[in-house]
């Protein structure tokens, strides 16, 4: 086991880890910007109160080219290899103001296989992208982003227990993930209207985002009605709501179709039990 406290480099920690090796992260704040490109690696915290890791960039941010960070180099902490596992620890991106400065992500999941429990991701637009990119976005930024950043491969990721919190698209992507009991907290923001879920499946793809027995909640400040349970961010975006609660942040009408689109006609958007009032292109899904 890796010993790492508050003082310690984490990247460094990271690139020395072996395929397998457990980091332990003592109580703190960790004021970095880090990625884990080793395979099974396990990341412990003293507990989501307790260690944090913070960065604050974003996207309007411009890097030493004079360049804008764009959405995807925001991150915090990117994991880019399979079967990482994150326990008791906190992942923030405190950069705020996202109506000026465009999206800030907490964390960035390029790897399969990954896991998270009772952990706590907090930023405002886009807090957690879950990949692939979308198949455009890969093309689009070739030129742009490195490989380990356009992985188009599937990627599978199960969170168990988690707070999760934002404002608008706060869990967005391709990736093949669950919720389970987790809390999903809109905060206050400066517009008047947010979603939790922005998802961007592929139209062969038959897993999304699945929510089971999740409590979607809000902050003190967030107007009741003002936010949607997803809207997608592609044609097919595929997302499952089961035995979920929801305080009355959420909209009754549930589901957004994402502007001018018509994507109201492609997005796989299933929640059981059914909800009265919902738009009518919800569909049904039995439970397992």
């Not at 994507?263 to 397992?288: C, I, K, L, M, N």
Request: aromatic residues 10%; contains cysteine.
């Amino acid at each position: 086991m890796i010993h790492i406290d508050a003082c310690g480099d984490l990247q460094a920690a990271f690139d020395r880890a072996r395929p397998g090796d457990v980091i332990q992260l003592a109580e703190g704040e960790y004021r970095a910007k880090s990625a884990i490109f080793t395979p099974g690696l396990t990341l412990l915290g003293a507990g989501a109160d307790r260690t944090r890791i913070i960065w604050d960039d974003y996207a309007k941010k411009l890097d030493d080219r004079g360049v804008e960070y764009n959405t995807f180099r925001t991150w915090t902490l990117a994991v880019c290899a399979d079967g990482v596992a994150m326990r008791n620890l906190s992942i923030v991106n405190d950069a705020l103001r996202p109506e000026e400065k465009g999206q800030e992500v907490a964390l960035t999941v390029y790897g399969d296989d990954f896991t998270m429990e009772r952990c706590r991701l907090t930023s405002t637009q886009d807090t957690l992208f879950l990949g692939p990119l979308p198949s455009d976005l890969i093309e689009r930024y070739r030129d742009f982003l490195p490989p380990h950043l356009r992985r188009d491969k599937p990627c599978r990721q199960r969170f168990t227990g988690c707070l999760i919190e934002g404002t608008v698209d706060f869990i967005f992507g391709c990736g093949e993930a669950v919720f389970e009991n987790c809390e999903i907290r809109s905060l206050a923001d400066a517009r008047d209207v947010g979603y939790a879920a922005a998802p961007a499946h592929s139209p062969d793809q038959t897993e999304g985002f699945r929510f089971q027995n999740c409590r979607f909640t809000a902050e003190e400040g967030v107007t009741p009605g003002s936010i949607y349970l997803a809207r997608p961010w592609r044609d097919y975006g595929l997302c499952v709501f089961q035995n979920c609660s929801y305080e009355d942040h959420i909209s009754p009408l549930g589901f957004d179709k994402w502007n001018d689109t018509h994507r109201d006609r492609t997005a796989r958007f299933y929640e059981h039990p059914p909800v009265q009032g919902r738009v009518s292109w919800t569909r049904q899904v039995e439970p397992e």
